[in-house]
């Protein structure tokens, strides 16, 4: 006879069910986060090496705070923000387009000669050609456009190492831009509509109207975006921090305009106030960049194929459009950097871009955040990158520091910004992330 005997009815429902191993895989997408682990789960992220922009953001406030220290009558003063904002602009756009490149994990030597060449093709239609300046900056955004095609069809089709072939149109671009211009010669840019993107400032309503309404759009976007979330039962921010965050975009945007919308002229008899053009150009660029990787397919696309080509192959991905594109936004970009460095010196130069140009935005891309092995960088790194870039040029010049000083810092700040990124990386292979 059987010894089994059944169990109690009781204990049998007492008996909690089994997790369902779906519910345990999605949860944390369901889930409404709190303050408390909303900051928990930043915390983790911080432990497994993701530092986001943390380490520049860092290093920009503790230069602001040494330069303001040394020179508290004229670094934080009205006019130099202006002069900070303007010189941070070309730098920013051009390792902005520099950002798709190294989401791949390559690299495009050619981008600062690029923007050279593009800004001599517009510069030498306006003064050979008397076309209007739409037509000049459309030609020069093509020319960008072109250089980026071919650059990404030899990487991409051909399978030459980025490095060679940038490294090539590095030295050949220059020579088309000597060619254009004349060697010793200089293309001076009259244009009033060019020379206003880096030398004048858009009305004090305009700059209020303007940061008014990014601030309403910002929180209407967030707002929209936590009551589609919570429609669709996914996992979200919390309310307070969403909050926090508007508050803290909406100080800095409307302190800075205030700040700008001063009247900065030593004369009183002139007055010199408003928020540079090139200012919400930049802006435009940052968040149209913001959004395509973020938000859309296409830049979902960049991401995996700079983590794992192969995956992404395999996945359906076409690899090979995502290489050429990225090489055409880099070059589309840096045309429009060559545009705005055109305006702020005032005409086109042979050896426009070249030098420390390229070597600045991609130091500014990798300071702000930007990983030189792919797969990790956001738009921002750009900004945030060029800001210390600019800040470290615009504080040891008003020092009167000697040059070499100014490579040696700025070199120390992009071996330091390497370091943490290799040191990040490794640490998040540790702990699977």
């Avoid at 303007?86 to 791949?104: D, K, N, R, S």
Wanted: glycine residues 12%; positive net charge.
């Amino acid at each position: 006879m059987s010894t089994d005997s059944p169990q109690p009815a009781e204990t049998v429902a007492d008996t909690p069910p089994a997790a369902d191993p779906a519910d345990s895989a999605f949860s944390a997408d369901t889930r409404v986060q709190t303050v408390s682990s909303a900051l928990s789960d930043y915390g983790a992220r911080l432990r497994s090496g993701d530092l986001g922009s943390l380490p520049a953001i860092f290093g920009l406030a503790v230069l602001v705070i040494l330069f303001y220290g040394l020179r508290p009558e004229t670094f934080l003063s009205k006019l130099n923000l202006a002069n900070l904002l303007t010189q941070t602009m070309p730098v920013a756009i051009l390792a902005m387009g520099l950002v798709f490149v190294l989401l791949l994990g390559e690299i495009d030597l050619s981008a600062g000669v690029a923007s050279g060449s593009a800004a001599a093709v517009m510069g030498k239609l306006l003064i050979n050609s008397g076309v209007n300046w739409v037509v000049a900056v459309i030609a020069a955004l093509i020319t960008g456009l072109i250089i980026g095609a071919v650059i990404g069809a030899l990487v991409a089709v051909v399978r030459i190492p980025s490095f060679v072939v940038t490294l090539a149109f590095f030295l050949g671009l220059q020579g088309i831009a000597l060619k254009l211009i004349g060697e010793g010669g200089t293309v001076p840019i009259h244009d009033n509509v060019i020379m206003a993107l880096a030398n004048k400032n858009m009305p004090v309503w305009l700059g209020w109207t303007l940061a008014v309404v990014c601030v309403v759009l910002y929180a209407g976007f967030q707002l929209l975006r936590q009551q589609r979330q919570a429609a669709k039962g996914l996992s979200r921010q919390p309310m307070a921090l969403v909050v926090v965050r508007l508050v803290i975009m909406a100080i800095v945007l409307i302190g800075a305009t205030a700040i700008l919308n001063q009247d900065r002229a030593a004369s009183p008899l002139i007055f010199l106030g408003g928020v540079p053009w090139g200012v919400p150009l930049v802006a435009v660029l940052f968040l149209i960049c913001t959004f395509v990787l973020g938000r859309t397919t296409y830049g979902r696309h960049v991401y995996a194929v700079g983590g794992n080509a192969e995956a992404a192959r395999r996945a359906g991905i076409s690899v090979l459009r995502i290489r050429m594109s990225v090489f055409m936004i880099g070059s589309a970009l840096a045309a429009i950097s060559g545009i705005v460095a055109a305006s702020r010196l005032g005409s086109v130069t042979p050896d426009a871009g070249a030098g420390n140009t390229l070597l600045y935005a991609v130091g500014a891309a990798v300071i702000g955040g930007t990983s030189l092995f792919g797969g990790k960088g956001k738009a921002r790194d750009a900004l945030i990158g060029g800001l210390v870039i600019a800040t470290i040029d615009n504080g040891l010049g008003l020092l009167g520091a000697k040059a070499y000083l100014n490579y040696l810092i700025t070199g120390g700040f992009l071996l330091l910004a390497a370091s943490i990124d290799a040191l990040a990386r490794r640490r998040r292979s540790a702990t699977g992330r």
